[in-house]
Each structure stands twice: as C-alpha cells, then as structure tokens.
C-alpha cells in the first residue's frame, strides 16, 4: 500500500467513529436528481454509504472504497462493495455504468485527471459524471489563507478546485452543470461564500 493510502485510511479511521453524515447536506437533491432512477451507478469513494444511500432506491449501485470497515457498513445498505484505490485503474470493464458519482472526492487524489479519464472509460455513452468538490476559493478559505493558514483544514485535501479549474478537469463531459452549495451566507454571493461545487456533466462522444 502506498504512502497515500495508508495516510487517507488512517483518515478514514480517525473519522469513523464520528458516525455517519454527509457534509453539505444541500447538495444532495442535486446529486440524487442526477442520478435519477433505472440506472447502474457507480459511487467512487462511497465510504459507509451516508451519500449513497439517497440514491440507492430504483438503482442498482456499486460502491468503490480503500476502506473494509466502511464497506462493510455500505454492504448492509444493500450498496454492492468493492475494495479499491481510485488512484489505480478501475477494476470495471468498459462502459460498465450509466452513472459515476465522484463526491467530496477530486481533492483528496494526486492525478485527478486520471481517474477522470478512468470514469469516462466505464461510462456508457451518454453516461453521466456528477460530484462535488469544496468550493476552495471562498472567503473563508482566503481569510485563513491571509492569517497565514492553510486554506484548508483538511490534510487529506490535496487539491484546490475553482469553478474554471473544474472545467477543465471535466473537460470530454457536457455540458457541465456546476451549483454553488451549503454556508450561511452564500445567499448573499454564492461564488464566494458557497461551500462546495456541485457538478454534473454527460459523456460526450
């Protein structure tokens, strides 16, 4: 196992027992009305299946995760397990789903933009990539930065994603959706107070 994932399972570890949730509950509708019903979805990173089980009902599901003791928990939801590193090539074959979920989850790799390429593999034509990603140049975020902290608190987080900078990561899906989600005052400006990005976007080709 390497470096990365030993530090991201001893994350996962530390994290465990502070229960089941999902952080930035509002971005969920927008996941689940991605999803939709009738599909064979793919859920990168599904931990215990906090996220997943809002779209579990009326699809068949599988969740991909580094961490047994999660699956485990994610297994008696009725989500399909499978061990993995998304930072290796995905044990699926091509065209495989009709939906990839990637939440909370671009941040944490090294190659981003090789899992992506992974995720369009298994992707059916037309097949649709939806996540989310920390909206990493909100306010807060260049506050901290300007005490001269890290923008981020999290030390699993090893990307920083603008709107443009997702863009491009999603370059080959369209057209992208991207919703400004989550933070009390995003109602105010959801560009810069919004704490995550929600995206979605088809298979072209």
């Known amino acids: 196992m390497s470096d990365l994932s030993e530090r991201y399972e001893q994350h996962h570890r530390e994290r465990r027992d502070e229960g089941d949730f999902v952080f930035v509950p509002e971005r969920i509708p927008l996941i689940v009305g991605a999803v939709g019903q009738g599909k064979r979805v793919l859920d990168l990173g599904c931990r215990s299946g906090a996220l997943t089980r809002h779209f579990l009902e009326g699809n068949s599901v599988v969740g991909l ?5 999660a699956l485990e928990k994610a297994a008696a ?5 499978v061990q993995a590193n998304v930072e290796k090539p995905l044990p699926f074959e091509d065209a495989t789903f009709d939906v990839v ?8 790799l090294q190659f981003p933009d090789a899992l992506v390429g992974e995720i369009r593999r298994v992707l059916r034509p037309g097949g649709v990539l939806v996540g989310s990603v ?6 807060q975020s260049r506050l901290r930065f300007l005490r001269g902290r890290p923008p981020e608190d999290d030390p699993t ?13 999603l370059a080959g899906f369209e057209p992208i959706e991207l919703h400004f989600v989550g933070g009390r005052f995003a109602r105010l400006n959801a ?3 919004a704490r995550d ?8 080709g």
């Not at 979920?101 to 944490?108: D, I, N, Q, R, S």
């Not at 920390?134 to 306010?139: K, M, T, Y």
């Open 65 to 69: 995760d580094v961490d047994p003791a």
């Open 77 to 81: 939801l009725g989500i399909e397990p």
């Open 101 to 108: 979920v990637a939440g909370e989850l671009f941040e944490h």
């Open 134 to 139: 920390p909206n990493a140049f909100r306010v």
């Open 157 to 169: 987080h090893l990307r920083m994603f603008s709107p443009t900078a997702l863009r491009e990561l």
């Open 191 to 193: 560009r810069l107070f």
């Open 197 to 204: 990005l929600v995206f979605s976007g088809a298979k072209a």
